[in-house]
Structure formats: C-alpha cells, structure tokens
C-alpha cells in the first residue's frame, strides 16, 4: 500500500473522518516486546464499557440497543433512514456515548422517533437488552428530547453545574453539597494528599452522601477485573524494571486505595528505561465540572528513540528554562525534579483516548507528586504524522492563511514546530511553577484545565522563539517558530470555530485556552499592530506582524497565568477565561462556517487501532503476534462491543 493511501481517511460521517496511524517497526520486535504490547492492549481495550458509563448513565443502554438494531433489522436498509441510523450509530461510538466529544452537546438523531419505533419493532426482540417497552420508556426522551439530559457537561455560570450536567459522576448531589465533601476530606489530607473522589461516584441516598469506589468488588466490577487480568498477563512478560509497577497498578485496581495510585504513579514516573510504556487508570478530570472524578483512559506506546533526541535535550534543560521563565521568581522551582519526555509510537488507544486522541500526555497529575518526583511527557509522533500527512491536500491551509508565505513556512517548518510545541508544553509547561503554601490543588475549580492548558501552551510559545531553542538545535531557523506563531493565532482567532455550532460558546478547555491567549495577545497588541485583522475579497484574515511583539506577549500573559494558579486566583482565572475564551464574534462565526463547508472537510479526526493476532504454537502458547490495519471502523467497534462488553 502506498503511503498516501495509508494516511487518506477511511470515512467520513457528521463532522468526523476516521484515520489509521502505523506503529512503524511492530514486525521486527521481539516476541517478548510483541507479547508485552499484546497483553498491554488488552488492558486498554477492557475498560471500554467504563467511559461510557461514565459519560451519561444510558448511554450503555443505548449503545447496546442500536447494535442490536445494526445487526438484526429485518427491514429496508437502503433507505436515508436507515443512513441516518447508521450515521448515529457511528456518532455514538466515536463520543463514547450520545454526547459531542469536544462541545459536550447532545447530537440528536437524523431520524425520527416513529422510524425508531418501526426499527425496535423489526429487530430481534431476543437479542435486546431490555424489554422492548420499557427501552421505549427509557431512552426515547433521552434520544429525541433537547431538553432531557442536554449537555454532558455544563459550565453556564450562576447554575448548578451536578444538577445540570449529564455525566454520571454524581446522583442527586448538589455542587455546594460536592464541594463541601471533598474540602472536608482535602483539609485533612496533609502535605501530600490523595486525589480525593478520583475514583468515584458520590451520591446521597437516604439523606447522606456516599461514594461508589470504582474498583474490583465495588462499581465497574467485571471491566475492572478483566483490566486486571490482562495486566497480570502483561506483569509476566514484563522486564524487572516494570513488574513492580503493574503489580501496583492491579493492587490499586483491585483495593480502590487512592495511597496506591498514588504509589504507582511513584513508581511510574520514575521508570524511564524500558522502551514500552503505557498509561491506563482513572486519569483526567476535564469531564467532572468541580474537576475531582477522573475518567478511565489507556495508552500503550513504544519509544521512538531517534525522535526522542529533541525531548531528551529539553528534559535535560528544564531547570535552565525554569530560570529563565518571565514568571514571578515566587512561583518557580527552586529544583526541577524528574523530568523526562520522550517521543513515542502509538501501539493501542483505549477508552477516554479512543476513538479521538491527544497527541502529547504529561502525567501524573498530582502536583505534589510533580513537586517531588516529577513528570513524565510523551508526544505521539505518529499520531501527529497521521494527521499531518492527512491534512496535506484538504485545502484548509489555502483557505485560511493570512499569505503565500505562512502557506509556504507551515508546509515547510509545521509538522516540525507542531512537535516542538507538543514536546515543550508537556515536558516543560505542565512540569513548571509551584503551587504557594496553603493554596489547593482544586482551588480554580471549573477553570483549572483552561488555565493549565494556557500555562503550557504559553510556556512552549515563549520559548520556542527564543534563541536558546536555536543554540541547542532543536528548530533549523526562526521561520520554524514564525510559523507556530501563524498557526496558533488563527486557530485561537478563528479556524478553530469550526468545530463550534453556530450560536453555541465554546466549552471544551484546550479551544478555550487557544481562544484566551490569541484573543488576549489580539487585544493587547491592537497599539503596536502585533496581529492585523483585515478583509480581502469579502473574506477575513489576520496576520501576525511583528513576531518580536508576540513573543513579549506571549512572556506577559504567561507570567500572568502563572500567579492565578500558584495564588490559586479564581477571580481572575474566572475573568480571563470569561472575556476571551468564551464567547464567539457571531458574523465572524457564521463566515468561517461558510468558508468552511465549501471545502467538504470533517473538523475532528479519529482512529482505527491496528489489530493484533497471536500466533499460537501446537501447545497453545503465543510464538508470534501479528499486526494488521485491515478494520472498518464499524468492524472494529461492533467487534469491540462483542467481546467487551463487560458492564
């Protein structure tokens, strides 16, 4: 297969194109790397059922019933109807559930609720999950009413954001009920706490509040447990450096003990010298709008160690950008501890990360594990490879940029600044600053991922521009940065309101953080004329002027975002992120969508995983695993559903 092939998408449905990515090099490893990948993957896939659940309380009723309809309708399947089904269908796999993974809106279907009923009544009763009726009863509001269960999560200010928000983390709490909780538990907690709630949900039953670990033996049970299982297979083909750390992990699993996570994440930051790694746990907060509850994620992944060159000389430096940070000397570690970053391939996404993906993870989370022990950062190079090679023809960057020249510096220097930037906000942003004394972990509450988000994305734009990055040899030429610098306003300008509804703010915390800073920067630098925004042929662009200027700004609002969090700042973080990551010019809104549709192109990207296929020998035992790319994304989700289903 050629390799423009391989990277053109493999569908596309609503606002959505399907990927593949290739895990360069699987064929020559060794068996036992190849069995450890395997049973690693195993375990990504097992906790499939849980994010589902825990993004709406249907949504694997919902999820069930429509699978059973796609393989048992007996009546017309070529009809628009039935596309439509289909293409809903296809929405709710990709969102792990009837919520948009990026606006937390609801998507209704293209269909009607009589041709719903015509389905469920031409379908195999046998094979339903319920009852045929009472499914009616039950998720008919949730399907063709707007006003049942609307958003997943809800952030409109002045609202209960538990009471309004359809993520199944909480049950008949209230926020102030919430919050009083796990304050009370946080005050009590020590110097070193423990991610309190992360593994959890917190409902009131009979008067009183009462949590529902997720563990083995308590909530999520059979899912968890089939985790385990493959994390022990995995613990035996294990080099000695790991074993200690998945033993900790199924421990963890299996006692709900948050001490252990904890002692985990100890242990896993630490272990830096084994090629394949993996996360897989109850790991970001994003989706709990008090930001407690983590949602279950894996990712299994092979170091690229010629790539890793690049991360490897900025974790090696951290304590030098650290100094030279434009931020108060208060809010700076004295001694940077434990960085490393690494450049990886992808071998298996799983639940929070699948079918949409980051493409860069800094972990753990717990500042105080940070603080003392350090980070862990990764970019996914052929994540991003995908997505760049994907994106090469679609026209956008014609469309779009502000010049010939920006066109020309992205196509040369993008793929490559991209990763750069990638690498320094994980590796350097998120493991830079320090919380003061007696300031919370939680104390920015729903306005802590914008700011975090901000707080790397800053760190990784200032410096990128800086002669520094140059002397170490990490970008060939200033263009390189320029080029990041183009890209980054117009997305936070403008391009990325594609992904937006007309008429709805924006909500999801990394397209607010990219709206704050360049709206920010725009506003500040409308004096100097650092970014123009001018029209041409009835079209609007902007164009970044005065690149030394944007930088300055860049140091100035870094500095900024800094205090909120060390200070633990609500005030303000509320401020910033209310005035500029938020709402939306509506003309503007309404051109870019305009602008936009005429290109036929889908604003988010997702992936198929490969497939992997132990080779067995006479006496049953795994000889060879093999890879393969050849799944539909339909075949590999109703395969998923088939053999893991275990909620």
């Not at 994980?426 to 802590?448: F, I, N, T, W």
């Not at 994305?457 to 970008?475: E, R, S, V």
Request: proline share 4%; net charge negative.
């Amino acid at each position: 297969m050629k390799e423009d092939d391989f990277y053109k998408p493999l569908e596309q449905f609503a606002d959505i194109r399907i990927l593949r990515y290739r895990v360069e090099g699987f064929e020559e490893l060794p068996l036992p790397t190849k069995k450890l990948i395997y049973y690693l993957s195993r375990a990504a896939l097992s906790g499939r059922d849980i994010i589902y659940d825990q993004n709406g309380k249907f949504n694997l009723l919902i999820r069930r019933t429509l699978e059973t309809i796609y393989t048992t309708f007996r009546g017309k399947r070529d009809s628009d109807d039935f596309r439509e089904f289909k293409t809903y269908l296809k929405r709710i796999w990709f969102a792990n559930g009837v919520y948009h993974h990026y606006s937390n809106d609801k998507f209704l279907p293209g269909f009607s609720e009589q041709y719903f009923r015509k389905l469920m009544a031409e379908s195999s009763p046998s094979a339903l999950p319920e009852q045929p009726q009472k499914l009616l009863e039950i998720i008919l509001p949730v399907l063709f009413n707007p006003e049942v269960f609307p958003k997943k999560v809800d952030f409109t200010p002045d609202r209960d954001k538990l009471l309004h928000s359809a993520v199944n983390f909480y049950e008949k709490v209230t926020e102030t009920e919430a919050l009083e909780y796990y304050r009370t538990l946080l005050e009590h907690a020590g110097e070193r706490p423990a991610s309190v709630g992360l593994n959890s949900k917190l409902v009131k039953e009979d008067g009183q509040l009462k949590e529902y670990v997720w563990k083995a033996g308590g909530m999520y049970d059979k899912a968890i447990v089939e985790v385990m299982y493959w994390l022990k297979k995995a613990m035996e083909e294990a080099p000695p450096e790991q074993k200690e750390i998945i033993g900790t992990l199924i421990s963890f699993y299996s006692s709900g003990d948050l001490a252990l996570f904890d002692h985990y994440n100890i242990l896993w930051v630490k272990e830096t010298s084994q090629p394949v790694d993996f996360i897989n746990g109850f790991i970001e907060t994003y989706n709990d709008p008090l930001g407690f509850k983590g949602t279950w994620e894996s990712v299994v992944h092979i170091l690229d160690a010629e790539a890793t060159e690049r991360t490897r000389i900025l974790a090696a430096h951290a304590q030098w950008f650290e100094d030279h940070s434009p931020v108060d000397e208060r809010f700076k570690k004295e001694t940077v501890t434990g960085i490393s970053a690494r450049t990886v391939n992808v071998c298996m996404l799983g639940g929070d990360c699948h079918p949409a993906t980051p493409i860069g993870i800094n972990l753990p989370n717990s500042d105080w594990i940070r603080k003392e022990h350090g980070s862990k950062s990764v970019t996914l190079k052929n994540i991003t490879e995908a997505y760049h090679y994907a994106s090469l023809q679609d026209g956008f960057l014609e469309e779009f940029a502000a010049s010939e020249e920006e066109v020309d510096l992205i196509k040369k220097y993008g793929l490559l600044a991209d990763n750069l930037h990638t690498d320094m906000h994980e590796c350097l942003g998120h493991g830079s600053g320090q919380l003061l004394p007696g300031v919370r972990p939680d104390a920015l509450m729903q306005y802590h991922s914008v700011i975090e988000e901000a707080r790397a994305d800053l760190y990784a734009l200032y410096f990128m521009y800086h002669p520094k990055i140059f002397n170490l040899g990490l970008l060939p030429h200033p263009d390189a940065a320029r080029a990041e610098y183009m890209a980054y306003i117009r997305a936070g300008l403008f391009t990325q309101l594609v992904r937006v509804e007309y008429g709805k703010p924006i909500e999801e915390a990394h397209m607010r953080n990219r709206a704050l800073i360049a709206r920010w920067c725009f506003e500040q630098g409308k004096k100097k004329g650092i970014i123009r925004r001018y029209s041409k042929g009835g079209k609007t662009y902007f164009a970044v002027q005065n690149f030394d200027g944007l930088h300055e700004l860049f140091g100035i609002l870094l500095a900024e975002i800094q205090r909120i969090k060390s200070e633990g700042d609500f005030r303000a973080a509320q401020n910033l992120v209310e005035t500029y990551g938020v709402h939306v010019e509506r003309s503007l809104h309404a051109e870019v969508l305009e602008r936009y549709k005429k290109l036929n192109l889908a604003p988010y990207s997702g992936f198929v995983n490969p497939t992997y296929v132990p080779v067995l020998d006479e006496d049953g035992r795994i000889k060879d695993v093999r890879i393969l790319y050849k799944e539909s994304f339909a075949e590999q989700m109703m395969g998923y559903s088939q053999q893991l289903s275990f909620l």
